[in-house]
């Protein structure tokens, strides 16, 4: 079965850092594009920041670009996502997602797999 496990999200002050990871099994890892994603409340899902198994390019959302940062030991089948200065609006549920021929601009409903997702709360 695929499965994507997402962990390491929590409570944490504005300004402070968290490190999410999500660790990958059921298919091969190395063939996906990854990903993650947030959805904050009533809002859409968005794209955070992606990594492209192609060229191993890496995209982000610019309200996260520079705070940011997607990496992904392939070894572990594990994706990680520091995020440090963190604000309240980053306060959502992030969602790790692989994706098989996908791409950053086709957004996270071009995504095949979904972990269940992991809660971020940043207070002011």
């Known amino acids: 079965d695929v499965q994507l496990q997402a962990s390491g999200g929590g409570l944490v002050q504005a300004g402070g850092s968290l490190r999410l990871s999500c660790a990958a099994s059921g298919f091969t890892f190395d063939d996906y594009n990854i990903g993650w994603f947030r959805q904050a409340p009533g809002k859409e899902r968005e794209g955070v920041s992606f990594i492209s198994t192609t060229d191993h390019s890496t995209y982000y959302a610019d309200s996260v670009n520079g705070r940011f940062t997607i990496s992904s030991d392939n070894s572990k089948k594990t994706m990680y996502l520091q995020m440090n200065n963190l604000k309240p609006e980053d306060t959502a549920v992030y969602y790790c997602?692989?994706?098989?021929?996908?791409?950053?601009?086709?957004?996270?409903?071009?995504?095949?797999?979904w972990g269940k997702g992991t809660l971020v709360t940043v207070s002011s």
């Open positions: 997602a692989a994706g098989y021929g996908s791409s950053w601009y086709d957004g996270w409903r071009a995504m095949d797999y």
